[in-house]
């Protein structure tokens, strides 16, 4: 059974830093790019960051030089470092892991507050 499980949203005023995790099981992690989506209240989902079997990242416009996706084989967890946060970051992250089949966590709220 696959499970992608996110951790470490929160309440968080503008400015300040949080941390996601998503740690993973029932795949061969390494072999998977992962993902970290977001949506918003009334929008649509949105990448936010990837993360490649190899390494390679890749991040939205919107979050470049503030997000940092990272990825610890070992621990099978995606991570992705969230600084100098803005009300516009408030949605629900998701966790996703891709091969061959895709598969998607339940997420974890951020609420950034003005």
């Known amino acids: 059974q696959v499970q992608l499980v996110e951790s470490g949203g929160g309440l968080v005023q503008a400015g300040d830093s949080l941390r996601l995790s998503c740690a993973a099981s029932?795949?061969?992690?390494?072999?998977?790019?992962m993902a970290w989506y977001r949506q918003a209240q009334g929008k649509q989902r949105e990448l936010v960051a990837v993360?490649?079997?190899?390494?390679?990242?890749d991040y939205a416009d919107s979050v470049k030089g503030r997000f940092t996706i990272s990825r610890d084989n070992a621990k099978n967890t995606v991570y992705l470092q969230m600084n100098s946060l803005k009300p516009e970051d408030t949605a629900v992250y998701y966790c996703?892991?891709?091969?061959?089949?895709?598969?998607w966590g339940q997420g974890t709220q951020v609420t950034v507050s003005s």
């Open positions: 996703r892991a891709n091969k061959i089949v895709t598969y």
């Open positions: 029932g795949i061969i992690f390494s072999i998977n790019h």
């Open positions: 993360i490649a079997s190899g390494g390679s990242t």
